[in-house]
């Protein structure tokens, strides 16, 4: 998860939005290195950062991106929170689109076992409202890590 944020942190502080963030576009070299790939989506953040257009997959779309108002690049950090819950739960977050757009994600047995620190950082990246969604670079601050 940390490659991941770096990298989309790199993104964000170039003013740029992926709008992708799914498992299959981070790959890792024999290096290790997290590279993401598939900007086919990405937009520039201009100075308003509002951006339109629900672009990207859909269930890893932030409540903001499908409720179609404008957003800014806090929509890949829902998208990241989504990859964490999958590692951290063993399962998708959201089972309807109502659950998503409440931030209301799945309980499990598995996520039960997870420390508390954990489900900070989760909630902090499944946070509704993007002016008060964790940013990459805070994230990458954050206890657990």
């Given at each position: ?41 990405a937009k520039a953040i201009g100075n308003n950062k ?57 309980i499990n047995s598995n996520l039960r076992t997870r ?31």
């Amino acid at each position: 998860m940390k490659g991941v944020l770096e990298a989309i942190n790199y993104c964000h502080n170039i003013k740029i939005c992926h709008r992708d963030i799914k498992p299959e576009n981070i790959l890792i070299n024999d290096k290790n290195e997290i590279k993401i790939i598939d900007f086919g989506f990405a937009k520039a953040i201009g100075n308003n950062k509002n951006l339109i257009g629900a672009d990207g997959t859909r269930s890893y779309m932030a409540p903001e991106v499908l409720a179609h108002k404008p957003y800014n690049e806090k929509c890949d950090i829902w998208s990241i929170g989504h990859i964490f819950y999958i590692l951290l739960a063993f399962g998708v977050p959201f089972s309807t689109d109502r659950e998503r757009m409440q931030g209301k994600y799945i309980i499990n047995s598995n996520l039960r076992t997870r420390s508390k620190i954990a489900i900070d950082l989760l909630e902090k990246f499944f946070t509704v409202n993007p002016d008060h969604r964790i940013s990459a670079s805070d994230a990458l601050k954050h206890p657990w890590f």
